[in-house]
């Protein structure tokens, strides 16, 4: 059963890069049977696709978010990782790392707050 | 603004059959499949039906999906308690080029 564990900084400042990353237990990264996504949920709405990179490293964004967002896999560390550039207090939300081909699996989340 | 458009909220006794919609377009349900997601306040969602009409191992037969046209629905029948969550229904979108959420159904069992 591929579990998910996302972690990194719960405050980041204005205009500053959000990095976030998501550690994959009980199956391979690298596999050909998973890919991998982020999602958001800032508090008390609903949920939004950030993006997604399948196994053979095509990746797809959210156009609302492209020019700010990066995700890529680490294969060594069995992690993914998200980057979001220039952020706002509109970032703010959980963020959400999921797998699958339609996110059967997704990590308990972590909030992140843009704020000074 | 969401792509996929539900009912903010939808109730029902214990026992009853409830039914949430997603209404979309040609480029996203019109030519995709339909996944939907149950969300418990407080924890992550799950994955409730894929491929429209396909439950994942361990979700109750009292849950179905269909779709028609440019619309979607889950129905859940001999509503339980348990079923209080929020449901969001998720998508392909051949314009965008990404996946779109509806912007989820807060269901109420009273």
């Known amino acids: 059963q591929l579990q998910l564990q996302e972690s990194g900084p719960g405050l980041v400042k204005p205009s500053e890069t959000l990095s976030l990353t998501c550690t994959v237990s009980g199956g391979s990264i690298s596999s050909s049977s998973y890919y991998w996504g982020w999602i958001r949920q800032p508090p008390g709405k609903g949920l939004e696709w950030i993006g997604s990179m399948y196994y053979s490293g095509s990746t797809y964004y959210n156009p609302s978010l492209k020019s700010r967002v990066t995700i890529s896999l680490d294969m060594s560390k069995n992690q993914v990782s998200l980057k979001l550039s220039s952020v706002t207090a509109a970032d703010t939300a959980v963020y959400f790392c999921?797998?699958?081909?339609?996110?059967?699996?997704w990590g308990q989340g972590t909030l992140v707050t843009v704020s000074s | 603004q969401s792509v996929l458009t539900q009912p903010p909220s939808a109730s029902g006794t214990p026992g009853q059959r409830v039914t949430i919609s997603c209404s979309g377009s040609s480029s996203n349900i019109g030519s995709n499949i339909v996944n939907w997601y149950q969300e418990v306040p407080g924890t992550a969602p799950k994955l409730l039906m894929y491929?429209?009409?396909q439950r994942p191992s361990g979700v109750p037969d009292r849950f179905s999906g269909s779709k028609s046209g440019t619309s979607a629905s889950l129905a859940i029948s001999g509503l339980q308690s348990e079923d209080e969550a929020d449901y969001y229904c998720?998508?392909?979108?051949?314009?965008?080029?990404?996946?779109?959420f509806g912007g989820g159904t807060k269901l109420t069992v009273l």
């Open positions: 999921a797998s699958g081909n339609w996110f059967d699996y």
């Open positions: 998720a998508t392909w979108d051949d314009s965008l080029n990404g996946w779109v």
């Open positions: 491929r429209n009409n």
